[in-house]
Antibody, heavy 121, light 106 residues
Framework: QVQLVQSGAEVKKPGASVKVSCKAS????????MHWVRQAPGQGLEWMGW????????NYPQKFQGRVTMTRDTSINTAYMELSRLRSDDTAVYYC??????????????WGQGTLVTVSS | SYELTQPPSVSVSPGQTARITCSGD??????ACWYQQRPGQSPILVIY???KRPSGIPERFSGSNSGNTATLTISGTQATDEADYYC?????????FGTGTRVTVL
């Protein structure tokens, strides 16, 4: 069965960086895009970008360009999301989710359990 | 950037029909999907490609998409359907989520 298992909660100071991992199992890791989506406390879902594990290609929305880096290690079927220059409003639950394509009607069909990142001085 | 707008809340009595709208420019020219999120849980997919249900999703969930509006319909709403619902679409290889709707079963 498909599983996306994320790393544990993190507490960071403003200005620091955080790196969250997402280990995939139960499917061919390189065949699906991996996305990162975050949700601030009491707020909605916000898409942060994708990486295609096969090519390493990425796409980030303008809001996160220069601050987010998505990488992957195909030898251990794991995707990573690193966010730098953290601010208090980066406090959120961060999810990984997969999709078959990034166009047409392909949805995020499996999600990780979420990783709480708290930014506080 | 592309935006999807949903009503903040919808209330429904048990057994009745809940309809949640999602509005965006020419949304009907794209595919819409819908996610359910219960408190403290990860989102789960309930509708994709406008009106398809993933395996395991009850038949009471249905969807449509035309013009500028996609609609998620929950027929015979149950207490377990109380949750937040988000629409989502792709725009130029970018994922876009709706603003979210809280469904309350009174």
């Amino acid at each position: 069965q498909v599983q996306l298992v994320q790393s544990g909660a993190e507490v960071k100071k403003p200005g620091a960086s955080v790196k969250v991992s997402c280990k995939a199992s139960g499917y061919t890791f390189t065949a699906y895009y991996m996305h990162w989506v975050r949700q601030a406390p009491g707020q909605g879902l916000e898409w942060m970008g994708w990486i295609h594990p096969n090519s390493g290609g990425t796409n980030y929305p303008q809001k996160f360009q220069g601050r987010v880096t998505m990488t992957r290690d195909t030898s251990i079927n794991t995707a990573y999301m690193e966010l730098s220059r953290l601010r208090s409003d980066d406090t959120a639950v961060y999810y990984c989710a997969r999709s078959l394509t990034v166009a047409g009607g392909d949805p995020f069909d499996y999600w990780g359990q979420g990783t709480l990142v708290t930014v506080s001085s | 950037s592309y935006e999807l707008t949903q009503p903040p809340s919808v209330s429904v009595s048990p057994g009745q029909t809940a309809r949640i709208t999602c509005s965006g420019d020419k949304l009907g020219d794209k595919y819409a999907c819908w996610y359910q999120q219960r408190p403290g849980q990860s989102p789960i997919l309930v509708i994709y490609q406008d009106n398809k249900r993933p395996s395991g999703i009850p038949e009471r969930f249905s969807g449509s998409n035309s013009g500028n509006t996609a609609t998620l319909t929950i027929s015979g709403t149950q207490a377990t359907d109380e949750a937040d619902y988000y629409c989502q679409a792709w725009d130029s290889y970018t994922g876009v989520f709706g603003t979210g709707t809280r469904v309350t079963v009174l």
